[in-house]
């Protein structure tokens, strides 16, 4: 089992920047699939991005491309989500996720655990 904790959100204008943090407990963080998701008002949660146990290889939403970037540090048990040229329509609670299972990585089904989530907002 793993718990899952988010940092890094906060207020930020169109344009800058920000970076999510997600620290995972326990001693096998390497063995996680990990994704990051989001969900703004009145919509359904949607996938952003998803990096694979060695960060071999990496998945983003259309949306994000070029943007964001998912990355992991698996000494420190910490997965990360730098966005850049951030926009209004960015603005929602992110997430991170995770699982052992490397199948179907864009869909929320596809995840074991949750973190509780990091509030985004972009101001136009």
């Known amino acids: 089992q793993v718990q899952l904790l988010e940092s890094g959100g906060g207020l930020v204008q169109a344009g800058g920047s920000l970076r999510l943090s997600c620290a995972a407990s326990g001693?096998?963080?390497?063995?996680?699939f990990m994704g990051w998701f989001r969900q703004a008002p009145g919509k359904e949660?949607?996938?952003?991005?998803?990096?694979?146990?060695?960060?071999?290889?990496?998945?983003y939403a259309d949306s994000v491309k070029g943007r964001f970037t998912i990355s992991r540090d698996n000494a420190k048990n910490t997965v990360y989500l730098q966005?850049?040229?951030?926009?209004?329509?960015?603005?929602?609670?992110?997430?991170?996720?995770?699982?052992t299972a490397p199948f179907r990585l864009t869909a929320t089904s596809a995840y074991d655990y949750w973190g509780q989530g990091t509030q985004v907002t972009v101001s136009s």
């Open 83 to 99: 966005m850049n040229s951030l926009k209004p329509e960015d603005t929602a609670v992110y997430y991170c996720a995770a699982t």
């Open 27 to 32: 001693r096998t963080f390497g063995n996680y």
């Open 45 to 59: 949660r949607e996938f952003v991005a998803a990096i694979t146990r060695s960060a071999a290889m990496t998945y």
